[in-house]
């Protein structure tokens, strides 16, 4: 049995990133990565829908130290995958991962101070041993989506497709196409699916919120024109932090004003035969939910050709050539797209066992939202929901390698959050989103109190204070061994 100092599940941006602050902060500790899938990317990998690209600012999206070269900042997801498997080489990680490598165990002793992790590999059952676990599988579930409730699907003739298993050879040229959802998926997916599809009707219980951002910052590509790489990009992150806090901030701590600020830009460029106090007027203020974001405003380009439109309804019925709305508007497809969100759960859907007990993720409190109370050296690696992921996740892995030389520093074999009072009917879902796939995974995501250091994701600044400033033992209990006697 091979035993590491941490164990990095999963080969996505964080774990990447995992294995970057490993190597350069921890340079004496083993690791390896265990990837479930036989290539690196995560997401970016994994989806391959029509269109699939970022809605975040390449800049902080990615990689804090691989700069983003490409000219466009809301990118395509082959060339987000081409720049993780880039950085992977570039620094030697991809030599630490373990492809086709799932784990489907967690188990801790506390007798040996240790992790054993079963994983399947090629279908053959290995075990690894670990001091310490760092799980940056995400947040969502790989092998099912969240499943919504639509009558009568399975009345339907045509194609039904979701987009987190996107049939290869799917044709939709000339198709009618009927996208379910009116998240960020829906909003990627409108533009390009009615470039060559006879028709495609965006169907939405509610409105969202949708912003048109540039594809391309003129202004970072002139910085890298005129500047060095490093020296271009350290100004370009910077600059794409402070809009990118600023903006966030400002909504939340005006929403009213951001509301109305968003709405207006909305206005500008929907066409007229789309009623905007109809399909795109929410109910919710800006970031109780994403935003949905638009390169170029390509969503609103779409709707103005004839063969898109919008419509806000509930479904009464699917048919075999369709679906009947509540209103009884009828309204034909080929083709029906489930674009209605993921299935949340954080460590791979794992359930962690300590000496023998399962722990209930979902009852444990989250510890400065990245450990998670009576689950011993591990920490489950999430991000930012209001702002770039990977910011969030940055600050995550930052904050267990400073509890990792903490334990090193007082001779500790382990640390694990404990919360004094078990209490979780003042508790709150560590992320907290009402879209609708988000409230009914509130059971299955850990609980915080807002008052520290039970909090969830904040934003890049507090973190970072947090970081530089906070405790690395409020909340915390070490296990330091007797020393033995000579």
Not at 159 to 186: C, E
Not at 196 to 224: D, G, K
Not at 257 to 284: C, E, S, T, V
Request: positive net charge; proline residues 6%; glycine residues 6%.
């Amino acid at each position: 049995m091979v035993e590491y100092d941490l164990i990095i599940i999963g080969a996505g941006l964080s774990g990447i990133d995992a294995a970057y602050r490993l190597k350069t902060q921890l340079p004496n500790c083993s690791y390896t990565i265990l990837e479930a899938r036989d290539e690196v990317g995560g997401t970016w990998s994994f989806f391959n829908f029509p269109g699939v690209r970022s809605d975040s600012d390449l800049t902080l999206f990615g990689l804090p130290w691989r700069p983003w070269i490409h000219e466009k900042d809301m990118a395509e997801a082959h060339l987000i995958r081409e720049y993780i498997k880039d950085a992977a080489r570039a620094e030697g990680i991809d030599k630490k991962i373990q492809f086709k490598h799932q784990v489907t165990e967690l188990t801790w002793s506390s007798e040996e101070q240790r992790w054993t992790l079963v994983v399947l590999a090629d279908g053959l059952r290995k075990e690894f041993k670990a001091k310490f676990i760092v799980a940056c599988s995400g947040y969502y579930d790989y092998t099912k989506p969240f499943k919504a409730e639509i009558p009568g699907i399975e009345n339907f003739q045509g194609t039904v497709a979701h987009p987190q298993f996107w049939p290869k050879d799917l044709d939709y040229v000339n198709k009618k196409v009927i996208i379910i959802g009116s998240g960020a998926t829906a909003v990627t997916m409108l533009p390009v699916m009615a470039k060559t599809a006879s028709h495609v009707t965006m169907l939405q219980r509610s409105p969202s919120y949708v912003l048109s951002l540039p594809a391309s910052n003129a202004l970072a590509e002139w910085f890298r024109k005129i500047f060095p790489e490093r020296v271009a990009h350290s100004i370009n992150w910077w600059l794409s932090l402070v809009l990118e806090f600023s903006f966030v901030s400002l909504a939340i701590a005006f929403p009213k004003l951001a509301r109305k600020q968003i709405m207006h830009g909305m206005k500008k460029q929907l066409p007229d035969k789309i009623d905007m106090n109809i399909h795109f007027n929410p109910r919710y203020m800006p970031f109780d939910q994403r935003l949905c974001m638009c390169p170029d405003g390509d969503f609103f380009k779409a709707l103005h050709q004839d063969n898109c439109d919008v419509v806000t309804d509930h479904i009464e019925m699917v048919t075999a050539d369709g679906i009947v709305t509540k209103s009884a508007k009828k309204l034909e497809a080929d083709i029906i797209v489930t674009a209605t969100g993921l299935y949340l759960h954080l460590l791979g859907g794992i359930t962690p066992t300590v000496d023998g007990q399962p722990v209930d993720v979902g009852s444990s409190y989250s510890w400065r939202g990245t450990m998670l109370t009576g689950v011993p050296n591990a920490g489950a690696v999430i991000g930012y929901t209001t702002t770039s992921w990977t910011l969030g996740a940055d600050a995550s892995i930052k904050l267990l390698t400073k509890v990792w030389k903490h334990m090193k520093k007082i001779g500790a074999t382990s640390v694990v959050p404990f919360h004094p009072q078990q209490d979780l009917a003042s508790s709150k879902p560590v992320v907290e989103h009402s879209s609708t796939y988000f409230v009914t995974a509130q059971g299955r995501l850990p609980r915080i109190t807002g008052k520290s250091p039970w909090y969830g994701r904040k934003n890049t600044i507090y973190d970072h204070i947090k970081l530089w400033f906070g405790s690395v033992t409020k909340g915390l209990k070490y296990t330091i061994p007797p020393k033995k006697k000579e």
